[in-house]
């Protein structure tokens, strides 16, 4: 079976839907850059090994990257899911777990890359936001995409009204992806882009607001 290694840097509520979703494979360890990120605490109560690489304790990015790889390497994962992991990984990290390392980004890419998507998609109005499963390549928020998911945004809409909807679709499309990557029906090929072998593609559009 398969193994997946998780890594967080706060609440961890995307990391506590993979562990509650029913996926073909082992959740392995969840890391985290800080000792007091809340999803720690959730992973160890359903007897997930946790391990706290602190990047303060590290000079440079290179330093730090090294040790949370040492860290994630006792666990020889097939998938590494970055699940809110705050921190900028150096090109050395990603290119070696190249077409294994996921993340997953709160806008519908390459729309608003970074921080803040919630706050940046209300004030241009968007009619439509969303969520982005993506493996993650030196260019940041830019890898290739694995699935996402669209929502409405509402006329009231508030950054925390929007993010939580945004939420309840990350949670579903991250255990998607992961499901498809260790089935290996998802796979990042030679030309850096997602293929799959799914034959079937169902989806639909969302028109928002909707028509008469
Ligand atoms: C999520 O919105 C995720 O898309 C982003 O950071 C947030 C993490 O939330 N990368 P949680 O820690 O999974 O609750």
Known sequence: MKSVVILISGRGSNMQA???????????AVISNRADAQGLEIARTRGIPTAVVPHRDYAD????????????????PDV?????????????????????LINIHPSLLPAYPGI?????????????????????????????IIIQAAVPVLRDDTPESLSARVLGEEHRVYAQAIRWLCRGQ????????????????PGAALVFPGLE
């Open 18 to 28: 993979l562990l509650e979703a029913d996926l073909p494979c082992r959740i392995a």
């Open 61 to 76: 990015r290179a330093s730090f990257d090294a040790a949370l790889a040492a860290a994630i390497d006792r666990h020889a």
């Open 80 to 100: 590494i899911a970055l699940a809110g992991f705050m921190r900028i990984l150096t090109d050395h990290f990603v290119e070696r777990y190249r077409g294994k």
């Open 116 to 144: 803040d998507t919630h706050e940046r998609a209300l004030r241009d109005g968007i009619k439509i936001h969303g969520c982005t499963v993506h493996f993650v390549t030196p260019t940041l928020d830019h890898g290739p």
């Open 186 to 201: 998802v796979w990042l090929n030679k030309e850096s882009r997602t293929a799959s072998d799914r034959l079937e593609q």
